[in-house]
């Protein structure tokens, strides 16, 4: 019998497990990460105190640990068990961290969060459907679905830049190669346009609560002066972000 190839999910999976060690070290420090797609996915998660918060694709626990420390009680979910290692390695023993893969089921109850996080995971996926139904359904009725993903018209700026035919319209497979602390790694990205993802949020149950493309914080000029000699503010395009309540 001929051996099957792995999905596109498990060689996300397999990518970011070689490569666990250098992108917690890049994540922990980059203009992307700790300047801009953080502090605004922590902006608009707003006062969190007491609230029960499902960091999906918690990766190295970043995220969960500032939310943690705003008062929230957060359990973290990733693919990648070499990620979830050096989430433990930040969090602690006591740190609610699991291996589970949003493309399917979720181990938890109906109603078991009143937010979820899904930080920069969502464009990994080809079908957002299943994965924002278990989302949806571990939501209590009027809880929150925080999501950032690659911007589209970002992906269609790069690919006139390098002389491709840009695909806006069309929900395609895009692979980038990793170099970070001396590992290598490849990984699978799934594009689509804003009206794919608003249709998928919308079919799912969510109600779109807010559409933001936020400026990087203050201090990011200081620390990469270069990236922003040319700019007169702090946006860029990079990532968009939704905030999303379960009808």
Request: proline share 6%.
């Amino acid at each position: 019998m001929a051996r099957m190839s792995a999905t596109p999910e498990k060689r996300v999976k397999a990518a970011y497990d070689s490569i666990a060690e250098g992108y917690t070290a890049e994540n922990e420090t980059s203009l992307v990460n700790a300047y801009y797609e953080r502090p605004a996915m922590l902006e608009l998660a707003g006062d969190v105190t007491g609230r029960r918060i499902l960091d999906a694709g918690c990766g190295s626990g970043p995220l969960f640990s500032a939310l943690r420390d705003r008062g929230a009680v957060v359990t973290g979910v990733d693919a990648s068990a070499g990620m979830l290692e050096m989430a433990r390695r930040r969090l602690g023993p006591d740190a609610d961290l699991r291996v589970a893969d949003l493309a399917g089921p979720l181990p938890f109850p109906d109603g078991a969060f009143d937010d979820v996080i899904a930080s920069l995971v969502l464009h990994y996926l080809e079908d957002w459907g299943p994965a924002l139904a278990e989302l949806r359904r571990v939501l209590r009725p009027g809880g929150r679905l925080l999501v950032s993903v690659d911007h589209p018209f970002a992906i269609t700026l790069v690919q006139y830049a390098a002389g491709e035919k840009p695909r806006y319209f069309e929900t395609r497979n895009r692979i980038e190669e990793w170099h970070m602390g001396g590992q290598t790694a490849r990984l699978s990205f799934w594009d689509r346009p804003l009206h794919a993802m608003t249709a998928a949020f919308t079919e799912a149950g969510f109600r779109i609560g807010v559409i933001s493309e936020p400026p990087a914080v203050p201090e990011a000029r200081e620390v990469f002066p270069e990236q922003f000699r040319e700019r007169t503010g702090l946006s860029f395009l990079s990532f968009l972000f939704f905030v999303l309540e379960a009808a």
